[in-house]
């Protein structure tokens, strides 16, 4: 009888202990991009910004506790904290207007597949509290990019243009100009199929060793308080 009563107190201590709240999740957070089967793509820019706002957790399973907007549509959404690193996503629902244009349907319709994909979405997530991003990927891969403020997309294509990797081809070592490498600009090497061959890391110089690549063509991704670009490079 003593380990039944025992058992029993443990079953009700795990239905009604709540997870926390992680307090720099909470408020709207603006999407700057999806990155899906390394391609990186901007929101529309003749359209509404997408966003996402996380709400206080809630017990209720059915109770909204987010909500957001993708190019021309509402969203509402349950989302729960099961560990410090995982967001899950349930009970989605969302408005039903068509955008003025193709490109703004098929964007949105992208960006709401990837937070609706399952009954239960389940994302792993991070915060970089500096750069004010959140990158939260899904079990396929699937990456979506926020910002707390809205990015511009004239200003990350001026932050693009303005980086340069040379030499190119490249055998020991690339540089870049255009960049302040620092502990809030990060990078991160692909090869030709997408595959990570350097994973992301801090760029704390303007000189990268890539000595230890094979010979071939790789793309880097820079990304620096919410901004991104992608150059070619080939190593010989």
Same mark, same amino acid.
């Given at each position: 009888?003593? #380990?039944?009563?025992?058992?029993?107190?443990?079953?009700?201590?795990?239905?009604? !202990?709540?997870?926390?709240?992680?307090?720099?999740?909470?408020?709207?957070?603006?999407?700057?991009?999806?990155? %899906?089967?390394?391609?990186?793509?901007?929101?529309?820019?003749?359209?509404?910004?997408?966003?996402?706002?996380?709400?206080?957790? !809630?017990?209720?399973?059915?109770?909204?506790?987010?909500?957001?907007?993708?190019?021309?549509?509402?969203?509402?959404?349950?989302?729960?904290?099961? *560990?410090?690193?995982?967001?899950?996503?349930?009970?989605?629902?969302? !408005?039903?207007?068509?955008?003025?244009? *193709? &490109?703004?349907?098929?964007?949105?319709?992208?960006?709401?597949?990837?937070? *609706?994909?399952?009954? !239960?979405?389940t994302f792993d997530y991070t915060i970089d509290l500096p750069n004010e991003t959140l990158t939260?990927?899904?079990?396929?891969?699937?990456?979506?990019?926020?910002?707390?403020?809205?990015?511009?997309? +004239?200003?990350?294509? $001026?932050?693009?243009?303005?980086? #340069?990797?040379?030499?190119?081809?490249?055998? +020991?070592?690339?540089?870049?100009?255009?960049?302040?490498?620092?502990? #809030?600009?990060?990078?991160?090497?692909?090869?030709? $199929?997408?595959? $990570?061959? $350097?994973?992301?890391? %801090?760029?704390?110089? &303007?000189?990268?060793?890539?000595?230890?690549?094979?010979?071939?063509?790789?793309?880097?991704?820079?990304?620096?308080?919410?901004k991104t670009a992608v150059k070619k490079f080939v190593k010989i």
């Open positions: 009888m003593k #380990k039944l009563y025992i058992l029993l107190l443990a079953v009700f201590a795990s239905h009604t !202990t709540q997870a926390q709240d992680d307090p720099n999740l909470l408020g709207q957070w603006f999407l700057h991009y999806i990155e %899906s089967n390394g391609t990186i793509m901007y929101p529309p820019s003749d359209g509404a910004n997408p966003s996402i706002i996380f709400s206080n957790l !809630t017990p209720n399973p059915f109770d909204f506790n987010g909500d957001g907007s993708g190019v021309c549509n509402s969203f509402f959404l349950h989302y729960e904290l099961p *560990n410090s690193t995982t967001i899950t996503i349930s009970e989605f629902s969302s !408005t039903l207007v068509f955008c003025n244009t *193709n &490109a703004q349907d098929a964007y949105e319709f992208m960006y709401f597949s990837i937070l *609706n994909n399952n009954p !239960t979405s939260m990927i899904d079990l396929l891969g699937e990456k979506l990019v926020y910002g707390r403020q809205i990015l511009s997309t +004239k200003d990350n294509e $001026v932050f693009s243009n303005n980086i #340069k990797v040379y030499p190119n081809p490249a055998q +020991k070592e690339i540089f870049m100009t255009g960049i302040a490498a620092n502990s #809030k600009t990060s990078y991160s090497i692909y090869n030709l $199929v997408g595959n $990570v061959a $350097v994973s992301e890391r %801090s760029m704390t110089q &303007a000189s990268l060793d890539v000595s230890q690549l094979k010979a071939g063509v790789y793309f880097i991704k820079i990304q620096q308080q919410g």
